[in-house]
């Protein structure tokens, strides 16, 4: 084990990609049941297939880009064992030029989930934690897990949250049994006005839940938006407006690859009405000021 500690070449980079998953561990071993990872894959039509973290990180190199990498634990509701996070922060370390490691942790296992955002921060150097509510099974506005942001919060790491529908479980029966309403940003509301000091980005645009996405992040300054999981060339109209103007410096660049690809999501931004006087934030600086990289 070596603890993480990054070896970013900010002046030089071009972008911090802050929502790229890894699928494959060291062992071949899937991020999501096999029923689930073909789903989505058909969903997305993915292009790249599932790299494993260290060709995540050849990837981005060759992009002069960095990437913030996770998997996510979602033992409790999919009974499927995780990618654990000491799998994916040591990768980052090897790679710590050009990778950024968020940990995962099941909130339903209660306080052992406590104490291990605690132990990874503390043994392993993760940068922040991602949550996706719909999979993972759980309200994020619960107060059960109240325990849990403070020790996040305590830490000074970020809570990064699926917003909005998702591909995992599309068009599977009842959705494979996944609850979109456990997505919807307005629950992260309760959690940024209890929790002043978590910085919350909220991913992906919050389709059906723009309005309410936007709504939270003007009030509560704690929250950010991630632009992954869409092509940007169908990005709610609010939404670029938020970015253009009152947002622009929390709005960050991502991808959700190997979902989507950063090649595809920078042709494609070419098309939107965002301006170029703010792409640097968008694609690096506000990742920069909210990671504490500068």
Same mark, same amino acid.
């Given at each position: ?5 990054? @070896? ?45 973290? +260290? ?10 880009? @960095? ?11 999919? +009974? ?31 306080? @052992? ?78 959690? @940024? ?102």
């Amino acid at each position: 084990m070596t603890r993480y500690e990054p @070896a970013l070449d900010i002046e030089a980079i071009q972008a911090i990609d802050m929502h790229v998953h890894i699928e494959i561990g060291e062992h071949g071993h899937g991020s999501l049941p096999p029923d689930l990872a073909e789903a989505a894959a058909k969903y997305f039509s993915a292009e790249i297939g599932r790299p494993d973290l +260290d060709s995540v990180a050849s990837y981005y190199r060759e992009r002069n880009m @960095a990437a913030v990498v996770f998997s996510v634990d979602s033992e409790t509701a999919l +009974d499927h064992p995780p990618i654990l996070t000491e799998e994916v922060a040591d990768g980052a370390a090897r790679n710590n030029d050009v990778l950024i490691p968020f940990g995962s942790v099941d909130p339903n296992k209660g306080a @052992a989930a406590v104490d291990r955002v605690r132990y990874l921060v503390e043994e392993y150097g993760v940068r922040g934690f991602k949550f996706h509510p719909t999979v993972q099974g759980f309200d994020p506005s619960d107060t059960a897990w109240f325990p849990l942001y403070g020790a996040l919060q305590d830490a000074g790491v970020v809570a990064l949250f699926h917003t909005g529908q998702t591909g995992i479980g599309a068009g599977m029966p009842g959705g494979r049994g996944f609850r979109l309403a456990l997505s919807n940003p307005m629950l992260l509301d309760t959690v @940024a006005a209890e929790f002043p000091e978590l910085q919350i980005i909220m991913a992906h645009p919050s389709v059906p839940w723009q309005d309410e996405a936007l709504s939270v992040a003007t009030h509560k300054h704690n929250t950010w938006i991630d632009l992954s999981g869409w092509s940007p060339k169908y990005f709610p109209a609010e939404l670029v407006r938020a970015a253009n103007s009152y947002l622009k410096n929390r709005v960050l660049f991502g991808s959700d690859f190997p979902l989507l690809t950063p090649d595809r999501w920078m042709r494609d931004v070419e098309q939107t009405p965002l301006k170029p006087e703010v792409m640097p934030g968008i694609m690096k600086e506000n990742a920069v000021r909210l990671l504490g990289l500068g």
